[in-house]
């Protein structure tokens, strides 16, 4: 098991800037992939951006060249930098770990979401 803990959200202006982190209760080196999805009202849940082991990364076509996923494996830490914010950004943030257990299994653990509103 893993709990996530995220924080960073809030409100910010058209073109501002915001840095989500998700906080892991284990090591980082011990999870497959760790991500950010985000979901407006009305809408699905949507993957914005992820990182597998290893450092391979993976973002939404709509942020890509905005937004970047990094980690800190020392503070168990990932962390989305949003830059040029949009309206259409508005939405609930959450944090997705995936572990593989012995069978090749997966497991799926989310974060309580931290909302983030872009708006003038």
């Known amino acids: 098991q893993v709990q996530l803990v995220e924080s960073g959200g809030g409100l910010v202006q058209p073109g501002g800037s915001l840095r989500l982190s998700c906080a892991a209760s284990r090591s980082i080196f011990t999870i497959y992939s760790m991500g950010w999805y985000r979901q407006a009202p009305g809408k699905q849940r949507e993957l914005v951006a992820a990182?597998?082991?290893?450092?391979?990364?993976n973002y939404a076509d709509s942020v890509k060249g905005r937004f970047t996923i990094s980690t800190d494996n020392a503070k168990n830490t990932i962390y989305l930098q949003m830059n040029s914010l949009k309206p259409e950004d508005t939405a609930v943030y959450y944090c997705?770990?995936?572990?593989?257990?012995?069978?090749?299994?997966?497991?799926?653990?989310w974060g309580q979401g931290t909302q983030v509103t872009v708006s003038s």
């Open positions: 990182i597998v082991g290893g450092g391979i990364t």
């Open positions: 997705d770990a995936v572990i593989v257990g012995v069978g090749s299994e997966r497991y799926n653990y």
